[in-house]
């Protein structure tokens, strides 16, 4: 805690110069500054299938920093509690040494004078079968392990063969650097290379997920909008300068600020970036600058890159003025279409604030939605009981974009005409500031602040139940639902072995609450219709913002 009276011991308060409550950016571990990218919440879920497949080894590596710590935290805060867990977090130790730390953790009495390697296994192995006795899962987990010998990891495979009949009694779970997985690759350590069920890289986060780091830290420490402190040509060049490591991300952004709060300055720009490479990572990294040869490469490349945006930015202009404008609705100003890519966004005209041609009748939207979905006849109310299709909808009310944009995904809003008659607008995909949306015929990009000043904040989904579907399932449930449930988390997570069979178990519901947490929904760990959609959007089952476009082109050509 500050201790305002002993400011000769303390560092420099920099963060209360940028209106921070704390440092953001220190590399000690802590709970509350917990970041999960998509690559960190992957390699959870492949370590929690690890457990709950019920034996054999479990693999996590990646380089120093990436992370891995934080996955550790995470891991055990979501082990059943019928779980115990024996941590050994210094591996360089022989095999006699390694076997009495796991015994030391799991509270195994043993002899105390100069025990054997015998006498340490037989005592686990009782401990073990009085454990699966009693209903209780044992988990063993060593951190850093590149650095165990050859002898001790042929020790711990052995460890594995303390069995029942239906399952292992112990799960050990692998932690190091990419350097173990070249290890376990030796042909001496084949065997137990062949008994990792479950093993993921973790990969350094990418130029997007190193903004959003960043201001997630900034934010935790009580700043809100990170992009007035770092802009994004700053970041960008804070993961050049750090491959994206979060452990070099925090160093380098901390001396960034400690630079800027020497200097005055309000926010931190490239050369305080430089700079602080220069302290934190030594000269070597200046500005990532590269050798002549490889520099000689890169400007020949960079060049070459040139020369063909010229020739095909030539050959896109020639397209669009050989091709007839597209006007867009209630607009007597032609609006031209860039021509057609794999991309949503690129077919869509933008449309300002005064022209509302997407505010539709009800009727007229039910019906484009409708067909956006499925090929059967249209009807009188997307959310009739009538439909026979299986088709059901959702509706549902939110108060900001967040609940709709992360759904990917077309989505029926509630609208209000500037007289105060109802509407509605069909939105196909959103992007960060603005929704392509129907327009009449056409399809058109729109402000969000512009929908937001006619949007009631009621929407629907549509969306296709399994067959057996009578409503949520959860803990304790069983059902075909449920089997089909856990089927898809195997596939989506690439796991041969699903979690639960008929009943939804508990390993089940922690990789639900999961899933929740990593798509913005209510982490709950029950399955309802919001859950199932996202879980079929990922699997590549319902309509996302690039299948609807298709869909509404044919529709379109066909009427």
Not at 334 to 340: D, E, G, H, L
């Amino acid at each position: 805690m500050h201790n305002p009276g002993n400011a000769i011991d303390e560092p420099p308060m920099y963060y209360q110069h940028f209106g921070l409550a704390e440092a953001p950016f220190s590399i000690s571990v802590n709970p509350k500054y917990l970041f999960m990218s998509p690559r960190h919440r992957d390699a959870l879920a492949h370590l929690l299938y690890g457990v709950g497949s019920g034996g054999g080894f479990i693999l996590l590596t990646g380089e120093v920093g990436t992370g891995k710590t934080t996955i550790n935290r995470c891991l055990i805060a979501q082990l059943p509690e019928n779980t115990d867990l024996a941590i050994v977090l210094n591996p360089a130790l022989s095999a006699v040494e390694l076997l009495a730390t796991v015994c030391d953790e799991l509270d195994v009495d043993y002899p105390s004078s100069a025990p054997s390697l015998k006498q340490l296994t037989d005592a686990l192995h009782h401990f073990l079968l009085q454990n699966h006795s009693a209903g209780r899962r044992t988990v063993l987990m060593i951190d850093e392990a590149q650095h165990l010998d050859f002898d001790v990891l042929e020790q711990i495979r052995l460890l594995t063969n303390l069995e029942t009949d239906e399952q292992k009694l112990l799960q050990i779970i692998l932690i190091g650097q990419p350097e173990l997985t070249a290890k376990l690759g030796r042909p001496e350590l084949r065997q137990l290379n062949q008994r990792i069920t479950a093993r993921y890289e973790l990969r350094p986060l990418n130029p997007d997920e190193t903004g959003a780091y960043i201001a997630h830290r900034l934010s935790v420490a009580g700043l809100s909008g990170g992009e007035a402190l770092f802009p994004p040509s700053v970041v960008r060049q804070i993961h050049r300068q750090t491959d994206g490591i979060p452990r070099r991300i925090n160093l380098l952004c901390d001396r960034a600020l400690l630079g800027a709060y020497g200097r005055g300055a309000s926010r931190v720009d490239k050369r305080l970036v430089t700079d602080a490479a220069n302290e934190a990572f030594g000269a070597a990294q200046r500005s990532g600058r590269l050798p002549g040869t490889a520099m000689l490469a890169v400007t020949i490349m960079v060049l070459l890159g040139l020369v063909l945006v010229g020739l095909f930015y030539t050959q896109d202009r020639r397209m669009v003025s050989e091709s007839p404008p597209v006007s867009s609705p209630g607009n007597s100003n032609p609006v031209v279409v860039a021509p057609q890519t794999s991309s949503i966004a690129a077919d869509a005209a933008t449309v300002g604030p005064s022209i509302e041609p997407w505010l539709l009748p009800r009727a007229q939207a039910e019906s484009i939605f409708w067909q956006l979905h499925t090929d059967a006849p249209p009807v009188q109310d997307v959310c009739s009981e009538r439909i026979t299709t299986g088709m059901q909808c959702v509706r549902d009310r939110a108060s900001t974009w967040d609940a709709l944009r992360g759904a990917n995904r077309p989505v029926l809003l509630d609208m209000q005409t500037p007289d105060r008659f109802s509407a509605a607008t069909v939105v196909l995909a959103f992007h960060d500031d603005q929704a392509t949306v129907v327009a009449g015929d056409a399809l058109v990009r729109v402000a969000l602040v512009s929908l937001a000043s006619r949007w009631q904040g009621g929407y629907l989904w549509l969306w296709q139940p399994p067959e057996d579907w009578s409503g949520p399932v959860g803990l304790g449930d069983e059902s075909p639902v449920v089997t089909l449930v856990a089927r898809d988390f195997a596939e989506l997570d690439d796991q041969a072995t699903p979690l639960a069979e008929t009943r939804f178990n508990q390993r089940l519901e922690a990789r639900v609450r999961l899933f929740q947490r990593s798509e913005g929904l209510a982490a709950d760990g029950v399955v309802g219709a919001a859950t199932m959609m996202r879980l079929n959007q990922r699997l590549g089952r319902m309509a996302t913002g690039d299948l609807a476009r298709a869909r509404f082109e044919r529709v379109k050509g066909e009427g």
